[in-house]
């Protein structure tokens, strides 16, 4: 039997967890991973949603995922942020994380964006490939920037002790 996409339900999410731990231990980050079922629960199925998700699904099985949300852009408008397609290991190869990055590209295009954006390691070469087989542009001159929980946390006491 074969796979099919549909949208994902909170009783897809403890198989959510295990394939965005797997991307973690493929992107040699096991330790980065501090999302929780019931935070993700919160957070794609809560009053308001943050997220959107599609899973893939076999035999009743989840084998991959996308999730997407969407930003806002001053220069071009709605953005569809494609987070992460995340495949099981041992169902590479058989089309599903190409049906889903798809399905995500259908829903920029129904949902009217503007842009579709993602990102990709400087050293998968197969993804950016698989990118580029769409015609996507590879944008290797903008820089990420983060604050993490405990930046913000030090900066607003910072702040505080600057201005009250």
Not at 8 to 30: F, M, N, R, S, V
Not at 114 to 121: E, G, I
Not at 133 to 153: H, M, P, S, V
Request: net charge negative.
């Amino acid at each position: 039997m074969g796979f099919a996409i549909r949208e994902g339900h909170k009783e897809d999410l403890h198989a959510t967890l295990a394939l965005i731990q797997e991307l973690a231990e493929y992107e040699k980050a096991p330790d980065q991973v501090k999302i929780t079922v019931e935070q993700l629960e919160k957070d794609g199925f809560g009053d308001i949603p943050l997220f959107g998700l599609y899973v893939a699904e076999e035999d009743s099985r989840i084998v991959g995922i996308a999730i997407y949300y969407y930003r806002y852009s001053t220069w071009k408008g709605k953005t569809l942020f494609l987070e992460d397609i995340v495949v099981n290991q041992e169902m590479r190869g058989r089309g599903i994380g190409r049906d889903l990055f798809n399905r995500v590209i259908r829903k920029a295009n129904e949902e009217k964006c503007y842009r579709m954006s993602w990102q990709v390691l400087d050293w998968n070469e197969q993804a950016i490939t698989f990118y580029e087989k769409y015609g996507a542009t590879i944008d290797r001159e903008w820089l990420n920037c983060d604050f993490f929980a405990e930046d913000l946390e030090r900066l607003t006491y910072e702040m505080k002790q600057v201005m009250p």
